[in-house]
């Protein structure tokens, strides 16, 4: 089962509300930055921030890890969450996670639109999701499809 947020978050007031949701589960703590993983944490990340009157940043891959680019850095002791729009396995967030940690940011929480590890992604830091979804995953010894030669194809998805 493949998602492609990009669909929904097209339309700014649906991206809108998405990121008043997620920033309701941080009402009343003090975040300072919001920073997502681009590609997919970028617009959900920036309502995320706008709704908490944060600033945002995010991280991209250079030579295969996720740092920050662009000028972005962050200050020690700044209160940081990570956003992303699908958590799967959870290694974008948890590389950005680490992208803030090594600029001194505290990171107090991550967040998602879906969660469809079946609650299993361990990003190092409370993760909550607007909604969680149930996605059975095979390895490609068991999967009748790739047995199959059936090519498998994740629009937008890295390697």
Not at 100 to 122: C, F, N, P, Q, T
Request: a positive charge.
């Amino acid at each position: 089962m493949y998602l492609q947020s990009a669909l929904v978050l097209q339309f700014p007031d649906k991206a809108e509300l998405f990121g008043r949701a997620i920033a309701e589960e941080y009402k009343g703590q003090k975040i300072d930055v919001v920073a997502g993983p681009a590609i997919g944490g970028l617009i959900i990340g920036h309502e995320v921030a706008r709704a908490l009157g944060a600033r945002f940043i995010w991280t991209e891959r250079q030579d295969g890890a996720m740092t920050l680019r662009r000028g972005f850095s962050v200050k020690p002791g700044e209160r940081a969450i990570v956003v992303e729009d699908v958590v799967t396995t959870g290694g974008s967030v948890r590389e950005t996670i680490e992208a803030l940690k090594k600029g001194g940011a505290e990171v107090v929480g991550a967040a998602s639109i879906i969660d469809r590890s079946s609650g299993k992604a361990d990003v190092g830091v409370p993760l909550t999701r607007l909604s969680r979804l149930d996605v059975r995953s095979f390895d490609p010894n068991e999967c009748e499809l790739c047995r199959a030669g059936v090519e498998i194809i994740k629009p937008g998805s890295r390697k």
